[in-house]
């Protein structure tokens, strides 16, 4: 079997290459749901919450919808405090992996002293290891970056590895890169070989292509697709058909039939809160259609659920 149409092993779990990446406020339940219409096998990421947050929050906003899973639970922290309650409400819920995010660069994480500050505070990161990894019985990851203000991913991922974590996701940056520029691509390959866990890329893959140059540069055991789902819940199953030697083709009735359930799941989830996230996401939909920028503008009027779905609707009976 060749590593393309081979699955990539996350300590117990079997999952195909091309995961979907968290992306937070935009990735949420919903979002999921809409990648399930297209993409049943793929793991899917939650959005990055602290332990402290998990502990407090109420338990419907946790609910976990069977469909969206095999999801792997993201959270971060800034010491041990909160991590053992936090790990038993999210096993409870029914996930199949945990994620630790030691990668955020936001002031309001790093202020606190949990996402990519602890890439520079080993110590503090090596007790939350240990303590997550005390507490979980499923496979454990970690999603990190290049260094916090300065490199060193290659220490942090000997670390990770001794500390019993299944696997790393490294998105090459360090945190005052932010999300631009260009990834360094050539660290990967570093972190590859600095241990054996299995090792994924996060930042810049949006094709096939993309991956497989990185595969070729670097040897990477996965990919994780962040802002190229956006407004596109189908190329996980594009990807990894294609990986498995496969074409899928999207048919337009199934992208107008996303777009309308994506708003429906939003005002379910969010009720009027959702208004202005529904308005995002449908604009990331009409990124590239025809009269893109009439659309945009009847879409930024749209006042009301109702404005939204007739949108939709005249679009799918190409009457706009
Ligand atoms: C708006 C936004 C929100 C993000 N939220 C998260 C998050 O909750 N957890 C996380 O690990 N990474 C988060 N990221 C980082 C992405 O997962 C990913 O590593 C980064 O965007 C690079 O990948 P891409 O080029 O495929 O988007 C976020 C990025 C963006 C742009």
């Not at 405090?81 to 955020?104: K, M, R």
């Not at 590859?192 to 055991?221: C, R």
């Not at 930024?300 to 939709?312: A, K, Y």
Request: with cysteine.
């Amino acid at each position: 079997m060749s590593y393309w149409n081979s699955e990539l092993r996350i300590g117990s779990l079997s999952v195909p290459r091309f995961i979907g990446g968290p992306l937070d406020q935009l990735t949420d339940a919903p979002f999921r749901l809409v990648t399930r219409m297209f993409c049943e096998s793929a793991l899917l990421y939650t959005e990055i919450r602290h332990v402290a947050a998990v502990v407090n929050m109420p338990r419907p906003r946790l609910a976990i919808d069977k469909k969206a899973r095999p999801l792997n639970f993201q959270m971060t922290a800034s010491s041990t405090e909160y991590i053992a309650q936090a790990c038993e409400i999210v096993l409870e819920q029914g996930v199949d992996a945990v994620d630790l995010n030691i990668g955020c660069p936001a002031s309001n994480v790093v202020n606190c002293g949990s996402g990519s500050a602890l890439m520079g505070d080993i110590p503090r990161l090596t007790s939350v290891l240990k303590e997550f990894r005390a507490c979980l019985p499923c496979p454990f990851t970690v999603k990190m970056r290049a260094g916090f203000k300065e490199y060193n991913a290659e220490d942090v991922a000997r670390l990770c590895q001794d500390c019993g974590v299944d696997a790393l996701v490294v998105h090459p940056r360090l945190q005052k890169q932010k999300f631009r520029g260009t990834p360094d691509y050539s660290i990967l390959a570093s972190v590859k070989n600095a241990g054996s866990i299995p090792v994924m890329v996060s930042g810049g893959i949006k094709t096939f292509q993309d991956a497989q140059a990185v595969y070729e540069l670097t040897g990477v055991d996965g990919f994780l697709i962040g802002r190229a789902q956006l407004g596109a819940p189908w190329l996980l199953r594009q990807l990894n058909d294609k990986a498995a030697g496969q074409e899928y083709i999207l048919e337009q009735s199934l992208v107008y039939n996303a777009m309308y359930e994506h708003v429906q799941l939003l005002r379910n989830y969010y009720a009027h809160k959702g208004l202005v996230l529904a308005k995002r996401h449908i604009g990331y939909y009409l990124q590239g259609k025809e009269h893109a920028k009439l659309l945009r503008k009847k879409l930024h009027v749209s006042m009301t659920w109702e404005d939204i779905l007739r949108l939709i609707d005249e679009l799918y009976k190409g009457s706009l």
